[in-house]
């Protein structure tokens, strides 16, 4: 069987293929509406698409997948040996279908006025894998993406380069599917909680100041001693007096390990962790979980600062990421019915999973879940909310974990990874409670660059 599906790999997955629409304000408006996307580069007379939008031009719409069904006169030029790949997955019982991996990269912006043509290719089709999904097997394409300006007069002819774009699917047996979990774990089960914390007399105004966003220690009203943890008495004088006092959250690691495994069920999905020993401006030392850059970064000495990650509905825990320059503020969203079904509709896809509940348990997921389009979105949000305008994306590759599902509230942090002049490449991630939901590397080009590019254009 494997030889069968092999021979798919070269093959056409669309050729001649043309957009069903210009680029165009009111779908850019729409985009930008359902991202929560305020950069003011996307409106007005000047105005470009925002480049995670790409795939957006080349979806189907709502009918005959190859478009002659959709509204519009061109059809999307899908081939017929992409459809009779997808026919002989399904009839290999491999019928559900969830998007596991995206790379766009990104030569010029998109402006209102252009058309997209695209040719697309089959690059790959993997053997059987074994996920918590399902048995299944994931299906890579590359698309290559021109556009010229039909509004202006220019023809398909002149259709310069705009941008390429690698899109892996996993076609798989539904049967089995776990609630909760990405297409790369084998886990089964209900997602486990965190543990509970020990809330006594003692360490009661601790919590009470985690539920209020502070982290409080303890400062002697006899020697003003600081001390952390909670006790009932000053550890340097014996005093029993005390009064709370919140840290500034500012902090330094002063040691740490990485706990690799084999890790607590609750912890599963998100990989290494590290666990410091924080020492904070006021002198004393809380040990605590360092989030927003890789385990195997955190070192001794990192300046830190102080947050709260929600774990459940019950849980808040006070943790600390990198302070500086060079990592991006989180930013947290929550995930409602109304945000995964507008980037559904935003982004043109329209597969059940993202907006009908029954059918989405039918295919094995226990509600609707955000588009891997969506996902992208935002984290080209979460990048520009940060830049300001003046910053030209030229790439995203974005990988899905664990899916969002309504309820969840993603947070995304960042941090700069690469600078080359004007030219910056950053590390993102989105994680929900059950652990990363989007693990994404951003490049972009600041300011006077993207002057010299603008003017280039055609």
């Not at 690799?260 to 924080?278: C, D, E, I, S, T």
């Not at 929600?310 to 849980?315: A, G, H, I, S």
């Not at 930013?331 to 109304?338: E, N, Q, Y």
Request: with cysteine; proline share 8%; charged share 20%.
């Amino acid at each position: 069987m494997t030889d069968t599906f092999q021979a798919y790999t070269g093959r056409p997955a669309a050729v001649g293929g043309r957009a069903l629409d210009l680029v165009n304000a009111p779908m850019i408006r729409h985009w930008c509406e359902a991202m929560g996307d305020a950069n003011t580069a996307y409106t007005g007379p000047h105005a470009i698409a925002p480049p995670a939008m790409l795939q957006s031009w080349t979806m189907a719409g709502l009918g005959d997948p190859r478009g002659a069904g959709s509204a519009g006169s061109a059809a999307t030029g899908r081939s017929e040996a992409y459809d009779e790949l997808l026919g002989t997955l399904d009839a290999h019982g491999f019928t559900s279908v969830v998007a596991t991996d995206c790379e766009q990269e990104y030569l010029r912006p998109l402006r209102p006025g252009q058309r997209v043509l695209y040719d697309s290719e089959i690059e790959s089709v993997s053997g059987e894998k074994t996920t918590a999904l399902g048995v299944g097997r994931f299906v890579t394409t590359r698309t290559d993406l021109r556009a010229y300006d039909e509004a202006a007069g220019e023809k398909p002819e002149e259709a310069a380069p705009v941008a390429t774009h690698r899109f892996r699917i996993l076609k798989f047996r539904p049967a089995g599917a776990v609630a909760g979990q990405g297409p790369g774990t084998v886990e089964s089960g209900d997602p486990a909680l965190r543990p509970r914390p020990v809330v006594n007399r003692d360490t009661a105004g601790f919590w009470a100041g985690v539920a209020e966003g502070e982290l409080r220690f303890q400062r002697c009203t006899h020697c003003a001693t600081p001390r952390f943890p909670w006790l009932p008495g000053c550890n340097a004088c014996g005093s029993d007096g005390w009064v709370p006092e919140a840290a500034s959250g500012v902090g330094t690691v002063y040691s740490y390990v990485v706990v690799h495994h084999p890790l607590p069920a609750a912890f599963r999905g998100q990989g290494p962790y590290a666990v410091a020993l924080v020492e904070l401006e006021e002198g004393v030392r809380v040990v605590s979980n360092v989030l927003g850059l890789p385990a195997a970064e955190v070192r001794i000495g990192l300046p830190v600062r102080l947050d709260f990650e929600r774990c459940d509905e019950e849980l808040t825990l006070p943790v600390f990421r990198p302070a500086g320059a060079d990592h991006l503020p989180p930013l947290r969203i929550p995930v409602t019915r109304t945000l995964i079904v507008a980037g559904a509709i935003a982004s043109r896809d329209y597969q059940d999973v993202h907006h009908d509940a029954e059918l989405a348990h039918a295919r094995g997921a226990p509600d609707i879940f955000m588009n891997i389009l969506t996902s992208s979105g935002l984290v080209g949000r979460y990048v520009t909310d940060w830049t300001g305008p003046r910053a030209r994306l030229t790439g995203i590759s974005i990988r899905l974990g664990v899916p969002a599902y309504p309820g969840d509230e993603l947070t995304f942090t960042g941090r700069v990874t690469e600078r080359d002049g004007p030219r910056l490449t950053l590390a993102v991630t989105g994680r929900t409670r059950r652990g990363a939901h989007a693990t994404a590397t951003v490049r972009l080009t600041l300011e006077d660059h993207v002057v010299h590019v603008a003017e280039d254009q055609p």
